[in-house]
Protein backbone atom coordinates (compact mmCIF):
# COMPACT_ATOMS: atom_id res chain seq x y z
CA UNK A 1 0.00 0.00 0.00
CA UNK A 2 1.59 3.39 -1.07
CA UNK A 3 1.60 5.73 1.66
CA UNK A 4 3.03 9.18 2.17
CA UNK A 5 3.33 10.54 6.14
CA UNK A 6 4.33 14.32 6.56
CA UNK A 7 5.84 15.28 9.86
CA UNK A 8 7.48 18.16 10.99
CA UNK A 9 5.18 21.76 11.01
CA UNK A 10 4.41 22.90 13.77
CA UNK A 11 4.52 26.83 15.49
CA UNK A 12 7.25 28.96 14.38
CA UNK A 13 7.96 32.37 14.72
CA UNK A 14 8.66 35.06 11.62
CA UNK A 15 11.97 34.43 10.38
CA UNK A 16 12.72 31.19 11.73
CA UNK A 17 13.34 27.60 9.61
CA UNK A 18 11.90 24.30 9.93
CA UNK A 19 12.16 21.30 8.04
CA UNK A 20 9.20 19.21 7.13
CA UNK A 21 9.62 15.13 6.31
CA UNK A 22 7.66 12.77 4.00
CA UNK A 23 7.87 9.37 4.77
CA UNK A 24 7.18 7.17 1.75
CA UNK A 25 6.18 3.68 1.99
CA UNK A 26 4.70 0.49 -0.82
CA UNK A 27 6.37 1.77 -3.82
CA UNK A 28 9.88 2.16 -5.18
CA UNK A 29 11.22 5.54 -3.75
CA UNK A 30 13.79 6.21 -6.76
CA UNK A 31 11.18 6.00 -9.61
CA UNK A 32 8.91 9.06 -8.44
CA UNK A 33 8.82 12.69 -8.63
CA UNK A 34 7.49 14.19 -5.63
CA UNK A 35 5.78 17.68 -4.95
CA UNK A 36 5.36 19.96 -1.90
CA UNK A 37 1.67 21.43 -2.33
CA UNK A 38 0.50 23.82 0.54
CA UNK A 39 -3.07 25.19 1.72
CA UNK A 40 -3.92 28.04 4.03
CA UNK A 41 -6.95 26.94 6.64
CA UNK A 42 -10.46 27.46 3.71
CA UNK A 43 -8.44 28.27 0.92
CA UNK A 44 -7.17 26.70 -2.57
CA UNK A 45 -3.97 24.82 -3.46
CA UNK A 46 -0.94 26.28 -4.05
CA UNK A 47 2.26 24.40 -5.53
CA UNK A 48 5.27 24.95 -3.52
CA UNK A 49 7.95 22.61 -5.05
CA UNK A 50 9.20 19.46 -6.17
CA UNK A 51 12.31 17.15 -6.42
CA UNK A 52 12.40 14.74 -9.39
CA UNK A 53 13.49 11.18 -9.47
CA UNK A 54 17.17 12.62 -11.02
CA UNK A 55 16.78 14.60 -8.05
CA UNK A 56 15.97 17.99 -10.23
CA UNK A 57 14.46 20.34 -8.03
CA UNK A 58 12.07 23.33 -8.95
CA UNK A 59 10.06 26.38 -7.11
CA UNK A 60 7.31 28.65 -7.21
CA UNK A 61 8.57 31.88 -6.71
CA UNK A 62 7.13 32.65 -3.60
CA UNK A 63 9.43 30.02 -1.89
CA UNK A 64 12.52 30.68 -4.45
CA UNK A 65 15.74 30.92 -2.58
CA UNK A 66 14.35 30.25 1.01
CA UNK A 67 12.91 26.44 0.58
CA UNK A 68 15.07 23.89 -0.45
CA UNK A 69 13.48 19.90 -1.76
CA UNK A 70 15.66 17.19 -0.83
CA UNK A 71 15.47 13.61 -0.72
CA UNK A 72 17.35 11.09 0.96
CA UNK A 73 17.22 6.77 -0.85
CA UNK A 74 18.39 5.44 2.67
CA UNK A 75 15.54 6.70 4.76
CA UNK A 76 12.84 6.74 1.59
CA UNK A 77 11.79 10.63 2.82
CA UNK A 78 11.54 13.34 1.34
CA UNK A 79 12.05 16.82 2.94
CA UNK A 80 11.07 20.54 2.60
CA UNK A 81 13.73 22.57 4.42
CA UNK A 82 12.01 25.72 4.81
CA UNK A 83 13.88 29.51 6.15
CA UNK A 84 13.07 32.85 6.56
CA UNK A 85 9.38 32.21 7.13
CA UNK A 86 6.57 34.79 6.98
CA UNK A 87 3.38 34.18 8.31
CA UNK A 88 2.33 33.96 4.56
CA UNK A 89 3.89 30.87 4.82
CA UNK A 90 1.48 29.64 7.09
CA UNK A 91 -0.29 26.74 5.66
CA UNK A 92 -1.45 22.85 5.68
CA UNK A 93 1.65 21.16 4.13
CA UNK A 94 1.42 18.23 1.86
CA UNK A 95 3.55 16.15 -0.12
CA UNK A 96 2.27 14.26 -2.85
CA UNK A 97 3.40 11.47 -5.45
CA UNK A 98 3.22 12.09 -9.04
CA UNK A 99 1.74 9.27 -11.46
CA UNK A 100 3.11 9.21 -15.27
CA UNK A 101 0.30 7.94 -16.85
CA UNK A 102 -0.25 8.05 -20.75
CA UNK A 103 -3.25 7.27 -22.86
CA UNK A 104 -2.53 7.64 -26.81
CA UNK A 105 0.31 9.31 -27.83
CA UNK A 106 0.33 11.69 -24.62
CA UNK A 107 1.72 11.55 -20.96
CA UNK A 108 0.09 13.31 -17.83
CA UNK A 109 1.37 13.72 -14.59
CA UNK A 110 -1.30 14.15 -11.83
CA UNK A 111 -1.21 13.70 -8.41
CA UNK A 112 -1.91 10.06 -7.55
CA UNK A 113 -0.98 9.57 -3.71
CA UNK A 114 -1.13 12.74 -0.97
CA UNK A 115 0.01 12.62 2.16
CA UNK A 116 -2.56 13.76 5.42
CA UNK A 117 -0.77 17.00 5.40
CA UNK A 118 1.52 18.76 8.59
CA UNK A 119 -0.06 22.11 9.67
CA UNK A 120 3.10 25.46 9.74
CA UNK A 121 2.09 28.23 11.49
CA UNK A 122 3.88 31.08 11.67
CA UNK A 123 3.26 33.41 14.11
CA UNK A 124 4.76 35.57 17.09
CA UNK B 1 0.26 34.84 -15.57
CA UNK B 2 -1.39 31.45 -16.15
CA UNK B 3 -4.80 31.19 -14.38
CA UNK B 4 -7.21 28.36 -14.34
CA UNK B 5 -11.09 29.71 -13.08
CA UNK B 6 -13.37 27.16 -11.58
CA UNK B 7 -17.07 28.44 -11.87
CA UNK B 8 -18.78 28.48 -9.36
CA UNK B 9 -17.13 28.93 -6.43
CA UNK B 10 -19.96 27.61 -4.58
CA UNK B 11 -22.69 25.37 -5.31
CA UNK B 12 -25.92 24.37 -3.79
CA UNK B 13 -27.35 20.98 -4.64
CA UNK B 14 -28.93 17.68 -3.45
CA UNK B 15 -28.71 14.29 -3.68
CA UNK B 16 -29.82 12.41 -7.16
CA UNK B 17 -28.95 16.31 -8.80
CA UNK B 18 -26.29 16.87 -11.82
CA UNK B 19 -23.92 18.76 -11.57
CA UNK B 20 -21.56 20.74 -13.88
CA UNK B 21 -18.28 22.69 -12.42
CA UNK B 22 -16.38 24.63 -15.34
CA UNK B 23 -12.43 25.30 -15.37
CA UNK B 24 -11.36 27.74 -17.84
CA UNK B 25 -7.73 28.56 -18.84
CA UNK B 26 -6.52 31.42 -19.63
CA UNK B 27 -4.47 29.77 -22.29
CA UNK B 28 -4.30 27.30 -24.58
CA UNK B 29 -3.34 23.81 -22.73
CA UNK B 30 -4.60 20.58 -24.74
CA UNK B 31 -6.83 17.88 -22.57
CA UNK B 32 -3.54 18.50 -19.98
CA UNK B 33 -6.07 19.08 -17.33
CA UNK B 34 -6.56 17.61 -13.71
CA UNK B 35 -9.30 17.31 -11.25
CA UNK B 36 -9.63 16.41 -7.47
CA UNK B 37 -12.22 16.07 -4.92
CA UNK B 38 -11.07 17.55 -1.31
CA UNK B 39 -13.28 16.80 1.26
CA UNK B 40 -12.65 18.44 4.89
CA UNK B 41 -9.24 17.81 7.00
CA UNK B 42 -8.05 15.35 4.44
CA UNK B 43 -5.95 15.48 1.22
CA UNK B 44 -7.22 16.04 -2.63
CA UNK B 45 -7.82 12.65 -4.38
CA UNK B 46 -7.43 12.29 -8.31
CA UNK B 47 -10.32 12.10 -9.90
CA UNK B 48 -9.25 12.54 -13.55
CA UNK B 49 -6.77 13.26 -16.01
CA UNK B 50 -5.93 14.34 -19.25
CA UNK B 51 -9.01 15.92 -19.06
CA UNK B 52 -11.65 12.94 -19.58
CA UNK B 53 -9.57 9.94 -18.27
CA UNK B 54 -11.34 8.65 -15.17
CA UNK B 55 -8.70 7.37 -12.25
CA UNK B 56 -8.49 4.10 -11.23
CA UNK B 57 -11.71 3.69 -8.73
CA UNK B 58 -13.62 6.52 -9.50
CA UNK B 59 -17.10 5.66 -10.19
CA UNK B 60 -18.85 6.09 -13.44
CA UNK B 61 -20.71 8.94 -11.88
CA UNK B 62 -18.14 11.25 -12.23
CA UNK B 63 -16.68 12.51 -15.62
CA UNK B 64 -14.74 15.08 -17.54
CA UNK B 65 -14.33 16.80 -21.04
CA UNK B 66 -13.48 19.17 -22.79
CA UNK B 67 -10.08 20.82 -24.57
CA UNK B 68 -7.98 24.07 -25.21
CA UNK B 69 -9.39 26.40 -22.83
CA UNK B 70 -12.78 25.43 -21.27
CA UNK B 71 -13.30 22.05 -19.40
CA UNK B 72 -16.08 20.81 -16.99
CA UNK B 73 -16.38 18.42 -14.72
CA UNK B 74 -20.21 16.59 -14.39
CA UNK B 75 -21.36 14.35 -11.62
CA UNK B 76 -24.16 12.74 -12.50
CA UNK B 77 -26.23 11.75 -9.85
CA UNK B 78 -25.00 13.12 -6.31
CA UNK B 79 -24.52 11.11 -4.00
CA UNK B 80 -23.97 11.82 0.09
CA UNK B 81 -20.19 11.53 -0.27
CA UNK B 82 -20.28 13.78 -3.14
CA UNK B 83 -20.17 16.85 -1.36
CA UNK B 84 -16.57 18.25 -1.03
CA UNK B 85 -14.33 20.73 -2.89
CA UNK B 86 -13.09 20.34 -6.57
CA UNK B 87 -10.44 22.12 -7.71
CA UNK B 88 -8.66 21.92 -11.79
CA UNK B 89 -5.03 21.62 -12.44
CA UNK B 90 -3.06 22.20 -15.28
CA UNK B 91 -0.89 19.17 -16.07
CA UNK B 92 1.39 20.49 -18.78
CA UNK B 93 4.40 23.15 -18.30
CA UNK B 94 5.61 19.92 -15.40
CA UNK B 95 6.44 20.71 -12.55
CA UNK B 96 4.98 23.75 -12.38
CA UNK B 97 1.62 23.49 -11.16
CA UNK B 98 -1.06 25.38 -11.26
CA UNK B 99 -4.67 24.86 -9.74
CA UNK B 100 -7.83 26.31 -10.16
CA UNK B 101 -9.56 28.18 -7.00
CA UNK B 102 -11.76 25.08 -6.09
CA UNK B 103 -15.12 24.67 -6.42
CA UNK B 104 -17.62 23.77 -2.80
CA UNK B 105 -19.96 21.68 -3.18
CA UNK B 106 -22.86 21.70 -0.68
CA UNK B 107 -25.95 20.19 0.14
CA UNK B 108 -28.89 22.04 -0.22
Known amino acids: EVQLVESGGGLVRPGGSLRLSCAAS????????IHWVRQVTGRGLEWVSS???????NYADSVRGRFTISRESGKNSFYLQMSSLTDEDTAVYYC??????????????????WGQGTLVTVSS | DFQLTQSPSFLSASVGDRVTITCRASRVISNYLAWYQQKPGKAPELLIY???TLQSGVPSRFSGSGSGTEFTLTISSLQPEDFATYYC??????????FGQGTRLEIK
Open chain 1, 26 to 33: GFIFSDYD
Open chain 1, 96 to 113: ARVRLLCTGDACYRPFDY
Open chain 2, 89 to 98: QRLNYYPRNI
Open chain 1, 51 to 57: IGSAGDT
Open chain 2, 50 to 52: AAS
